[in-house]
């Protein structure tokens, strides 16, 4: 039996506990957690992204999952101006909660590795060719290297 009685959301539930486990396991870290490195990696990265970019891999994502990315997103601010590693990296750091520290490195690679692992490899270079080099070197191995100018 469904536990929501749509099969829909069910899947979106077991298809987002995938992902949370992933990230999780990569951060060595409690669920909560791998929801905040989820969540302030996934705004980070789609407020750095072109608006035709950002709504290009939003629509890979699982309904729950793209609920979180979309969460109080301005298009007319994006793309932001981030071009370096290390504002990148501030920058996910002011959305993470201060409670329980999570390296804006560490939660950035996670979160990259498991887009990786479940969205298209196209669209995983389209993301990575949006990004300055400094930030495409978070990502797990691109094929073609995401060579193409940010």
Do not use: C
Not at 17 to 24: A, D, H, P, R
Request: net charge negative; no cysteine; proline share 7%.
């Amino acid at each position: 039996m469904s536990a929501t009685g749509l099969e829909v959301f069910d899947e979106t539930v077991q298809k987002t506990n995938t992902w949370l486990k992933e990230i999780g396991e990569a951060l060595e870290g409690e669920r909560p957690r791998a929801y905040q490195a989820l969540r302030a990696v996934l705004h980070a990265l789609r407020d750095r992204l072109s608006l035709e970019e950002a709504a290009h891999l939003g629509g890979q994502l699982p309904m729950l999952v793209r609920g979180i990315y979309y969460e109080s997103w301005r298009p007319a601010a994006n793309p932001s101006r981030v071009r370096s590693l290390a504002e990148f990296l501030s920058d996910i750091g002011l959305r993470l909660p201060t409670a329980a520290p999570i390296d804006p490195g560490d939660a950035a690679r996670a979160v990259f590795q498991t887009l990786h692992a479940h969205v298209t490899p196209g669209e995983i270079r389209h993301v990575v060719a949006n990004l300055p080099l400094e930030i495409r070197q978070l990502w797990p191995h691109v094929p073609d290297g995401g060579r193409s100018a940010a």
